[in-house]
């Protein structure tokens, strides 16, 4: 089981950018998908982007146009490029290594907290 280390949340103000980082101990080539999860207080919980092992991105509806994920395969990293922030953008964001994604199944990092102030 790949374990998973995200990093990079802080605190930014609205409009700003961060990029967060995901750094698995183990191989995300053999992944099925890579993908970024958040979970705001009182909110339900988000799948905001993915990227299968074909390439093939996927955003939620709040961030289409605004977040971009991708992943380094030699390194064993994905990323979360986030710009023009909200202050809804405001989570704890959770990388997902999914050895199935079409079940939904996979390891999760402990999550990185991110505030987006207005």
């Known amino acids: 089981q790949v374990q998973l280390v995200e990093s990079g949340g802080g605190l930014v103000q609205a409009g700003g950018s961060l990029r967060l980082s995901c750094a698995a101990s183990g191989s995300i080539f053999s992944m099925d998908a890579m993908g970024w999860y958040r979970q705001a207080p009182g909110k339900q919980g988000e799948l905001v982007a993915s990227?299968?092992?074909?390439?093939?991105?996927t955003y939620g509806e709040s961030v289409k146009g605004r977040f971009t994920i991708s992943r380094d395969n030699a390194n064993n990293t994905v990323y979360l490029q986030m710009n023009s922030r909200k202050t809804e953008d405001t989570a704890v964001y959770y990388c997902?290594?999914?050895?199935?994604?079409?079940?939904?199944?996979?390891?999760w990092g402990q999550g990185t907290q991110d505030t987006v102030s207005s």
């Open positions: 997902i290594a999914f050895s199935d994604y079409l079940l939904n199944r996979g390891s």
């Open positions: 990227v299968t092992s074909g390439g093939t991105t």
